[in-house]
């Protein structure tokens, strides 16, 4: 009796895991996407309790409370740190995994081994190498996007990376492959293929530069949720499956996304290591860049009647959102149509743009992605650039040398009038000389973008409805 | 009642699976593959970061296999491992659905007021 009830829990909860992400797929119903969610891990954990050979209730107790006490908090961080919690997470859900697969290795084998059988033994290979690369894996791209010191930020490179990489996967599923074969014989390679997992995750991220985090966090995404659905094999438990399946494929269909941002493949994005191909450093010309005021650039814009901001992740260093909101509330309220034009990789995870500006307010409708405002971009007025850099370099449309070459960007340089906030003339990112800069309609403000946008607010409130 | 020893060998049988629950298992992988495909790729972009949290609360379903091995009866050593797990499912699940619906909570609506 018990089994078909919880059999029947387990299926609702699948449907409702099913349902949750169906309802993100809009903002007006995303809410209830979470609540479905909610509703059916809740199912699953009591259903999982109706298990009668659970009687550890202690241990079990003590666990979710520690988990409440460090989720919690983990859900306070501010919006510029969720690329790193994301990470965290992801990590978490690795060891989880891996954890579980060790577990379950070591009760059969004591049992004298007849339980693991090939198909068993093989997703318990898959769920350990898998859940434990992602654990090191996903805690290093934390630690580079939380700029930890010791975990350089640079791609990290040295002499047969990619093959010595390779191969150590290589001989882990090797060994994963020959404990499928002799599970009980072999039993001394279990620890080493979770050493080698283990190791491998940390080589695997090492490499990979900043520029390229997007893509790695929704990669380890991915292996987060296949873990699971390898769990799911080993424990024979299809709400598992389902719910891994979902997890994994959300973080292919990412990484695809971003991938398709920058141009580049998923074996590039992993074995490429970014930013170390191009020392040219820009042609050794000397061009200047055009210098405006926040006086002028405050004219200019009350006299546009359509403007677009881009805005990168130099915004969000710089806490300059609320000031960008008031410039918005200024020039709207002023009958000028204000748009912001998102690059899929703008930002350090997948939509991360987006939620950086809904927190300062911004309503959702303003906010376009770069293929939809592209179109408009030759009618705009002014484009005002707010600590992007790569994704509005022209270069990246004709410059075969340069690395950005065929990557997908916000057409900045097609408006009348372009105006781009930038610190210093210090290239940016992934060490590139950006051309927009010095082009013919682009006029540069110096400074901090939090100071020169609140400039521009103030020089826009000041001269206003005096008059 | 011929039923009741029926229903407890099928409930015994989802221990011992043959090669019949192995191939279940892998349909069940594939379909659940594309539906989320399907599903994934209809998510606003907006919203792809509180997608990627969601989610990541979704796969802590990892806490049905951790509270399994951390409830049995088994040696110390297996349960401490799936305490562990299971603190780590938990904070997933916790952290993962709090911090979604606070993004969430963030997308004002085109006319100006907050959402409900």
Known sequence: MTFWLIETVYLVASALFILSLHWMNDPTTARRGVLAGVSAMLLAIVGTFLNPGIVNWGWIAGAVTVGVLVGVPLSWVPLTAVPQRTAVSHAFGGLAAGLVGTAKFYLWLGEGGESLTAFRTFAIVAEIILGFLTFTGSLMAAGKLQEVKWIPQRPVTYPFQNVSNISLLVVAIAGGLALVWKPVELAWIFPVIIALALAFGVLLVIPIGGADMPTVISLLNSYAGLSAVAMGFVLDNKLLVIAGALDGSSGLILSIIMCQAMNRSFANVLFGAFGQVQQKAGVAETRTAKRETPEGAAQVLQMASQVVIVPGYGMAVAQAQQRVRELHDELTRRGIDVKFAIHPVAGRMPGHMNVLLAEADIPYDKLIEMDDINPEMSQTDVVLVIGANDVVNPAARHDKSSPIYGMPIIDADKARMCLAIKRSMNPGFAGIENELYFADRTYMLFGDAKAVVGDLVKQLSGGSGLH | ?116
Request: aromatic share 6%.
């Open chain 2, 1 to 116: 009642m011929p039923l009741e020893p029926l229903l407890s060998s099928a409930a015994a049988g989802a221990h011992e699976t043959g090669p019949a629950g192995y191939t279940a298992l892998l349909f069940v992988f594939l379909l659940a593959t594309f539906i989320g495909l399907g599903v994934v790729t209809r998510v606003s972009r907006l919203l792809h970061t509180p997608l990627m949290s969601i989610t990541n609360a979704i796969s802590a379903i990892a806490v049905v296999g951790s509270i399994v091995i951390a409830g049995q009866d088994h040696p110390p050593v297996i349960t401490v491992l799936g305490a562990v797990a299971l603190a780590a499912s938990m904070t997933n699940i916790v952290s993962g659905f709090l911090i979604t619906d606070r993004m969430l909570k963030m997308f004002k609506k085109p006319g100006g007021e907050k959402r409900p």
